[in-house]
């Protein structure tokens, strides 16, 4: 049995999407619905069941899970990089994926978990998906405190040899709608021109950095799951791995690549960025991804143009879901 957590959000059901094209349908998806519409990434997806978070980790702490695992894709957490609590963040993605890590070990089923690029901070250490340097991160905000913990704690035990972590970047592609203020820029865009015509970007108040022109490495959903089964086919490889294009784009490239795709005219407009986020905002961004090549992941990733084309044209214009 495959258990994904997260499995209705937007990378857990792309992985899902992924795993019924490759056959696999012994799936259970664990994750809080919630009142909003996340329900509708599950509509066109093959599984047997779904367990609330707090249900399944009552059965994984009391060692009652009534059937065999084979594997966890661990990509549930709270993934709000304003999130204020940081007891909620510490018991939701820390405490709890250490408990689905000590379960997985225990019972040598595949763990495979998300980390992400948030633990890197500012960038000055650099982006190399490197355990022996884990220590001089420091996290810009919370949430990524509460990933680079874990992380940490991996690598002191030495549970880091047995699983995988994956540093995820900045992903975007269909089934994000129901993300809120964490969705993608691409999706925000989309909404934006359709309303207006025009897209709000953020001014740069940094010496080097035009308005607009701050870097991040933007990673097609489908490519950043294609790298996360990389992990699921190759089972003897384990350790802590960047997912991302490994080049960096600006936010102009983005949105422009937003307006060609829907066939109007570059219209940007840039404005004050509030002063909460003055002094957490990420400038560049860019993954190395030697490590996951080395690893054996040859296959070819998606050009920033090429993924907004897909995601634009086939699902936000069209309306649709990643199904069958």
């Known amino acids: 049995m495959i258990i994904v957590t997260g499995g209705a959000g937007f990378i857990g059901s792309a992985l899902v999407w992924k795993l019924n094209q490759m056959g696999e349908e012994e799936i259970i ?5 919630g ?3 996340k329900w509708k990434n599950l509509t066109g997806l093959r599984f047997i069941d779904i367990y609330s978070p707090y249900e399944f980790i009552e059965l994984v702490i009391s060692d009652a899970v009534p059937f065999e695992i084979d594997t966890i894709f661990h990509l549930g957490a709270c993934s709000s990089t304003t999130e204020k ?3 909620y963040l510490l018991q939701n993605n820390y405490q709890y994926s250490q408990d689905l890590a000590k379960f997985s070990i225990t019972h040598r089923a595949r763990f495979i978990y998300a980390s992400s690029a948030a633990t890197y901070g500012d960038g000055s250490m650099g982006y190399l998906d490197d355990e022996q340097e884990l220590n001089k991160l420091r996290p810009l905000n919370m949430y990524g405190y509460s990933k680079h913990l874990l992380d940490l704690w991996l690598h002191k035990t030495g549970y880091n040899e047995e699983v995988v972590g994956l540093k995820y970047f900045n992903v975007y592609g269909p089934n994000e709608f129901h993300k809120d203020d964490m969705r993608s820029v691409v999706h925000k865009s989309f ?3 359709m309303e207006s015509d025009s897209v709000k970007l953020f001014k740069s108040y940094k010496d080097g950095y035009k308005d607009g022109e701050q870097k991040r490495d933007f990673i097609y959903v489908k490519d950043a799951v294609d790298m996360t089964l990389h992990f699921y086919k190759n089972k003897n490889t384990n350790g802590l791995f960047n ?7 600006t936010w102009v490239d983005l949105v422009t ?3 060609n795709a829907m066939n109007k005219p570059v219209n940007i407009e840039f404005i004050d960025m509030p002063n909460h986020l003055k002094e957490k905002y990420q400038y560049f961004t860019e993954a190395n991804i030697d490590k996951i090549k080395k690893a054996g992941y040859t296959n070819e990733i998606s ?3 090429n993924g907004i084309s897909d995601y634009v044209k086939n699902y936000l214009m ?3 879901y990643l199904d069958e």
């Not at 998806?29 to 619905?33: A, G």
């Not at 997912?243 to 784009?249: L, Q, Y």
């Open 29 to 33: 998806i664990v994750d809080e619905l």
């Open 35 to 37: 009142t909003d519409e």
């Open 85 to 87: 609590d940081a007891d």
């Open 191 to 193: 909404g934006q021109i």
């Open 243 to 249: 997912v991302g294009t490994g080049k960096s784009r």
């Open 257 to 259: 690549s937003v307006f």
């Open 303 to 305: 050009s920033l143009e």
């Open 318 to 320: 069209t309306d649709k």
